[in-house]
């Protein structure tokens, strides 16, 4: 395991006054829906995800930080143009639907390594059950694109990611009391696992986002409903997974672990990339995010007095795996998809809170947009059609 | 009331005429935006390649056009799925959901001839070709119109008869590729099924005269 300090504070990455785009420079050619590796996609999507999430917290940190706001809106608007570039990679062959399909590989797939990887059990377990959800998501979605638009989600999926059932989308859905985890602890907690919640809480974030704006793009009332029922579970786990972050880490803090999960993230699409156009895309902005974090740790310094060892980890954690990890997922389907959550806990179907049951035979009693969508609905190649006529 | 139109807003309509002699645009004109699009023309890759096994020539402009049509007639029997729940709907345009239905099993089964035509010629039925990606682009304004709620039945047969006219012209093309690849067996079945496409734009054709009519 490489060293990740020495790293981190020797390499200073390109400075911010260096750090420059042009138009032409942000739109350039999108990657091929067909031929490019599935994973290159997904990763097109986690980092679109990360600099959202850092773009959001940017803001939020600016309204409650006048000293700070100077310094985040400089490294805001690199970081908008980040976003850009990394977004408008994704074709526009791609109707709404198939993205919405890569985007639940993202959760599927990058959950599941973060899930396998986590070294604190309780987070893992979050991770688990957030997984099958998201899992039941894909199921929903891909009958939703056979059954509309009459295209095999796996032409997407590249056959590293199943097309099944996980835990119903209409069990999903709780009372806000029983989406709230436990924190993990700032002071104690491995340096992994912060990284971890900040991708995947980013990852979920802009899921939510995505479905909210294209949800009503769609002119089926089946498609309408559906992206409103799986943006409401979206909306659910970014209320999970924001809650295992602990809130009392300063802003300062926060900032520079939001720079470090963007190194460390880009460090990781940089190792796994296929596509060498885009890998240098991922070096460029790697060391555009060295840049930003030696910023945040400078003024973490001068403001908070304290010193960045006490925040940044003391090796270079292994980047997340971004690959199939169907025994995982089919592992933990087989045992934890009757899982629930009662408050703070993941719990047996039977120990579910009233107030989650309650709330959900409210939203579910004039039907289920998931449970319509996916009606008889088994997976096969090409589509279900050939199934029947073949 | 249709607000969209200047008349609906007198005053709001006179004062956006202002608006052609307030604007001192740069100069230039549409012509800029084609330059735009040509750099990025010139510099685009292609949308994707032919699946494995690659072929060249001839063959492969086949295996990528029986793709495209693998594409449409799947996507192509979703569009009758919802034709049926748009005729249910309107039930007093009197069109037969029978017939419909039959013509909707004829394009599965389409879906199923080519798959089983690319199987034939060593090609995967499940891989997606460019020209499959592209049709999909082209359906996607089609399949929003068929599933809208507000549209009268009228304006979804005019949007199959978009698809059925291109379908047609489609399958003439697979005739005269497969032909000109000497595979006899092929032409005969692409030629049976172009004879049922050619009743499925006949049927449509009169079906959405009657319902236009009728308002």
């Not at chain 1, 596509?275 to 740790?297: S, T």
């Amino acid at each position: 395991m490489r060293r990740m300090k020495p790293t981190l504070l020797e390499n200073r990455g390109v400075p911010l006054e260096r750090q420059k785009f042009t138009w032409r420079d942000l739109v350039q050619k999108p990657i091929s829906k067909l031929d490019d590796d599935a994973y290159t996609r997904v990763r097109i999507i986690l980092m679109n995800g990360i600099e959202l999430e850092a773009n959001r917290f940017s803001h939020s940190c600016a309204r409650m930080n006048k000293a700070l706001q100077a310094p985040l809106a400089q490294v805001r608007r690199i970081e908008q143009h980040q976003a850009t570039m990394i977004n408008w990679l994704i074709g526009p062959d791609h109707s709404p639907l198939e993205t919405t399909i890569a985007y639940e590989q993202v959760a599927i797939d990058i959950t599941a390594a973060v899930a396998m990887n986590e070294p604190d059990s309780y987070l893992a377990q979050v991770y688990r059950f957030g997984l099958l959800e998201d899992f039941d998501h894909m199921y929903r979605y891909s009958a939703l694109l056979d059954r509309l638009e009459g295209k095999d989600a796996n032409n997407i999926l590249q056959s590293y990611t199943d097309i099944l059932p996980g835990r119903p989308t209409i069990d999903e859905h709780r009372a806000p009391v029983d989406d709230l985890r436990k924190p993990y602890d700032r002071t104690s907690a491995a340096p992994l696992s912060k990284l971890h919640a900040l991708t995947i809480m980013s990852a979920e974030q802009q899921t939510h986002n995505f479905y909210m704006n294209i949800g009503p793009m769609y002119s089926d009332p089946v498609a309408r409903q559906l992206y409103a029922e799986i943006a409401s579970i979206e909306e659910q786990h970014t209320t999970q997974y924001e809650s295992i972050i602990d809130p009392e880490e300063s802003w300062l803090e926060k900032w520079v672990l939001h720079e470090l999960t963007e190194v460390y993230n880009y460090h990781g699409c940089m190792e796994q990339e296929s596509n060498p156009r885009i890998k240098a895309i991922w070096e460029r902005f790697l060391d555009y995010e060295l840049g930003h974090l030696h910023m945040a740790l400078e003024l973490f310094k001068k403001h908070e007095k304290r010193d960045p060892e006490e925040i940044l980890p003391e090796s270079l954690p292994e980047p997340i795996p971004h690959a199939s990890q169907r025994e995982f997922v089919r592992e933990t389907l087989a045992g934890e998809v009757d899982l629930r959550a009662n408050g703070a806990e993941i719990v047996p179907k039977s120990k579910e809170g009233k107030e989650s049951i309650s709330y959900r035979k409210q939203m579910n009693s004039e039907g289920s947009p998931s449970e319509t969508v996916a009606a008889g609905y088994k997976w096969a190649p090409g589509s279900e059609l050939k199934l029947k006529v073949a | 009331m249709n607000q969209s139109g200047m008349q609906t807003a007198p005053d709001g309509g006179q004062a956006m005429l202002e608006n052609t002699e307030l604007t001192k645009p740069r100069r230039g004109d549409e012509s800029d935006l084609a330059k735009v699009r040509l750099e990025y023309a010139k510099d685009a890759d292609p949308v994707g390649t032919i699946p494995e096994p690659m072929q060249s020539g001839m063959a492969a402009v086949l295996m990528d056009k029986l793709g495209e049509r693998l594409a449409f007639e799947r996507s192509g029997t979703r569009l009758y799925d919802a034709l049926l729940v748009k005729c249910a709907a309107d039930p007093s345009k009197a069109i037969s959901s029978k017939e419909i239905k039959h013509i909707r099993d004829e394009e599965a089964m389409h879906f199923a001839l080519v798959g089983a035509a690319i199987q034939s010629l060593g090609g995967d039925p499940t891989a997606q070709t460019p020209s499959a990606d592209v049709a999909g682009v082209e359906g996607m304004g089609l399949m929003q119109v068929l599933n809208d709620p507000k549209t009268t039945v009228a304006q979804a047969l005019h949007a199959i008869l978009v698809a059925e006219m291109t379908d047609n012209a489609a399958w003439e093309e697979l005739i005269e590729l497969t032909s000109q690849a000497g595979n006899d067996d092929l032409v005969a079945r692409f030629t049976k099924a172009r004879d049922s496409e050619l009743e499925h734009l006949a049927k449509v054709q009169a079906w959405y005269k009657a319902a236009a009519m009728k308002g």
